[in-house]
């Protein structure tokens, strides 16, 4: 059986195996795969392998041998999911496997943003140390975050787990979520609606999918109902953001720091107006990318096939 994996250097630079997917067929793996190649490089396989390559209705009808396409990552909106039911082929993803990173690396976010720790060091490493009159000086304020709010939009795992690395801060969280969970209330957690969130968070942190009601849910209305020096972390999806509009509020202080692991169009154009923005931190969609992590993913990806040739296909999206 032709397995054909179409991107693969993001998840597997050198650090892991292909050995999983091999023993399943003839794996064919690319390290990236540009639209116009994309239909050649499928050919006649019956497993497509993506992570953000685009499976769309033309590479599904050009492409008649498919029977499963194995999406490398949560999201699956690369893949024409409606056209693969059509079609009879099944989607997969990957849940849940980055949970602690992503949450871990909110916090370092988070962290950088209130002591910049990355700017202070290079201060140190430039001789400001040296030079310095005192003992102890800084460049940027320091933010204690100990009896502030986190305010948590969207509370699936990810946002669950953010909860409990603040909450052990000493912070308080504040959660918009669509359903609320009473089991997870508690002294220092509490629900709240979105403009509630919005009024009263110190810190706002961003973990809901991206859809017609999220798309640009953080604008130049929504910031002006939050607090004056607000911060905002987003590590979920760049477009929850209109850039803009959290560029000319950084710029005016109205939001004091952002901390970004995403951004709208990826990888970032040079244009983007958050690149001349103050006290902005951005990364390069790196939350989810620590080894271990990888490793859960690609083991992942490998059980999904299995079951899927065994007939008991488990994390279908298309069912």
Known sequence: MKIVVLDGYTLNPGDLSWDGFRALGDVTVYDRTSPDKTIERIGDAAIVITNKTVINEEVLDACVGIKYIGVLATG?????????????????????????????????????????????????????????????????????????????????RIGQEVAKVVEALGMNVLVYSRREIESLRSDNVAFANL???????????????????????????????????VIIINTSRGALIVEEDLAQALNSGKVYGAGLDVVSIEPLPNDNPLLAAKNCIITPHIAWAPQETRKRLMNMAVENLEKFLANTPIHVVNK
């Open 195 to 229: 403009e509630e969130v919005f009024a009263k968070a110190d810190v706002i942190s961003l973990h809901c999918p991206l859809s017609d009601d999220t798309q640009g849910m953080i604008n130049k209305k929504s910031i002006a109902s939050m607090k004056d020096g």
């Open 76 to 156: 699956y909106n690369v893949v024409d999911v409606k056209k693969a039911i059509e079609k009879e082929i099944i989607v997969t993803n990957i849940p849940a496997y980055g949970t602690s990173a992503v949450a871990q690396f909110t916090l370092g976010l988070l962290l950088e943003v209130c002591h910049r720790i990355g700017d202070h060091s290079r201060s140190v490493y430039d001789g400001d140390w040296a030079k310095s009159p005192d003992f102890s000086y800084w460049r940027y304020p320091l933010i204690e975050l100990t009896g502030k709010t986190m305010g948590i939009i969207g509370f699936g």
